[in-house]
């Protein structure tokens, strides 16, 4: 073949096609898929294919605010208190931003604790 690429605006009959030729039909000897599955599944032949993921994260619709928030916060949770967190804002009609704060609203008067003007916790013991 031709190290120089084929200009478009050249006559289309001078173009090499001899390099192209149609597919050959496939080797019969070799074994089917099923048959190769099979043997490996006989032999205890662990499969490269990654495992199926045991339950999906359920799909939620997005959440977009415009709330004058702008700090972010990540937070590893389990799959059911993640769940839960969203049921309640579903159920209040809040933005997560609020829930997070009722929260810790009420985790401040379940353990006592105040807020100062600086935003540091006392706690009364």
Do not use: C, H
């Amino acid at each position: 073949m031709s190290k120089n690429r084929v200009s478009i605006f050249d006559d289309p009959l001078e173009v090499d096609v001899s390099g192209f030729a149609p597919k050959k039909a496939p080797d019969q000897s070799q074994p089917s898929p099923e048959q190769i599955r099979a043997v490996a599944e006989a032999t205890s032949f662990l499969s490269r294919e990654p495992a199926k993921p045991k339950s999906k994260p359920l799909k939620r619709k997005q959440r977009r605010y415009r709330t004058g928030r702008n700090i972010q916060i990540n937070v590893k949770a389990s799959q059911e208190a993640v769940g839960v967190f969203y049921a309640i804002s579903d159920q209040k009609g809040w933005v997560l931003g609020v829930t997070f704060e009722r929260a810790l609203e009420a985790l401040q008067r379940e353990l006592g604790a105040s807020t100062n003007k600086d935003g540091k916790t006392e706690t009364s013991n």
